[in-house]
T-cell receptor, first 117, second 114 residues
Framework: GAVVSQHPSWVICKSGTSVKIECRSL??????MFWYRQFPKQSLMLMAT?????????EQGVEKDKFLINHASLTLSTLTVTSAHPEDSSFYIC?????????????FGPGTRLTVL | AQKVTQAQTEISVVEKEDVTLDCVYE???????LFWYKQPPSGELVFLIR??????QNEISGRYSWNFQKSTSSFNFTITASQVVDSAVYFC???????????FGAGTRLTVKP
């Protein structure tokens, strides 16, 4: 149980295009999902917290107009990188909180590797 | 502010050696969670353990053990009789008790040589 998937697993795009990444909780409902970014050989940095049916909460320094997050259902959150540039190339990881209790554990997806040419 | 420090950037051991990965954290919260995750070359994070701040009991799971010392704000992870498959980057993480605001350490890259 508690499986989180991401699609695509990797994507290469041209500079200036937009890329959408999906995060799905496969066998549970997740009212809260999180998006992280990990640059090569670095740690994970929380980008935003996504709550179903409401606007995402972005961490300081993360541009909300560039990284659009939509959490339209209890099993799906999407991250759209708009007008991507090479510096946006990174490993994007989502997590979903199992259950409705705030103390439930986050389960992580396998990540999406984005390369912007 | 929450902060996690993993001072060991890289560790290399020979198979069957024991190895301890250090984790020191800072938080102003009185209640919080601590985690360890394994990230193999594939990139997927593998959950290893979650410990809440009220539970200072050490835990053992097979070859893995964790030592939580609240007095020194440390949550160290020991692998006994290491194996090549243990090679990965290991992250220590800290979250508030609402399980939000999860902060990761920089990670320790463990290489176990045959």
């Amino acid at each position: 149980g508690a499986v989180v998937s991401q699609h695509p697993s990797w994507v290469i795009c041209k500079s200036g295009t937009s890329v959408k990444i999906e995060c799905r909780s496969l066998d549970f409902q997740a009212t809260t999902m999180f998006w992280y970014r990990q640059f090569p050989k670095q740690s994970l940095m929380l980008m935003a917290t996504s709550n179903e049916g409401s606007k995402a909460t972005y961490e300081q320094g993360v541009e909300k107009d560039k990284f659009l997050i939509n959490h339209a259902s209890l099993t799906l959150s999407t991250l759209t990188v708009t007008s991507a540039h090479p510096e946006d190339s990174s490993f994007y990881i989502c997590s979903a909180r199992l259950g409705t209790s705030l103390t439930d554990t986050q389960y992580f997806g396998p990540g999406t590797r984005l390369t912007v040419l | 502010a929450q902060k996690v420090t993993q001072a060991q950037t890289e560790i290399s051991v020979v198979e069957k050696e024991d190895v301890t990965l250090d984790c020191v954290y800072e938080t102003r919260d009185t209640t919080y969670y601590l985690f360890w995750y394994k990230q193999p070359p594939s990139g997927e994070l593998v959950f290893l353990i979650r410990r809440n701040s009220f539970d200072e009991q050490n835990e053992i799971s097979g070859r893995y053990s964790w030592n939580f010392q609240k007095s020194t704000s440390s949550f160290n992870f020991t692998i006994t009789a290491s194996q090549v498959v243990d090679s990965a980057v290991y992250f220590c993480a800290l979250s508030d008790y609402n399980n939000n605001d999860m902060r990761f350490g920089a990670g320790t890259r463990l290489t176990v040589k045959p």
